[in-house]
């Protein structure tokens, strides 16, 4: 789900657009699941992940940058300039709900 980039943390992460509301989830196999009210078209999900990833964490948008998967489900972000271990941290802060 998360491992240590040479520019920050990355974070793999299964996007389900069109939800009801907006949550961040980790499943019992450590897949990180992103819930956004976005539909998928013209990269509006895609902007609404990086939105609330960045809102989670308490960090600014332009340091959340999708890397790969833009036009798929799963994809891999980058949180710049955070460890794996302060983002671990942060997640833990905003109490993300384990399915």
Known sequence: ???????G?????????RSKKEVITITENELCE???KAPPTR???NLA??????KKLGIQANRVR?????????KVLLIENMTPDLFT???RKVEVPFK
Request: glycine share 4%; net charge positive.
């Open 34 to 36: 992103v819930y956004v």
């Open 49 to 54: 992940v990086v939105k609330l990833i960045a």
């Open 66 to 74: 999708i890397i790969s998967g833009e036009k798929t489900p799963n």
């Open 1 to 7: 789900m998360i491992e240590l980039h040479n520019k």
């Open 43 to 45: 990269g509006q999900a």
């Open 9 to 17: 943390t990355l974070l793999r992460i299964q996007v389900k657009p």
């Open 89 to 91: 941290k942060a997640l």
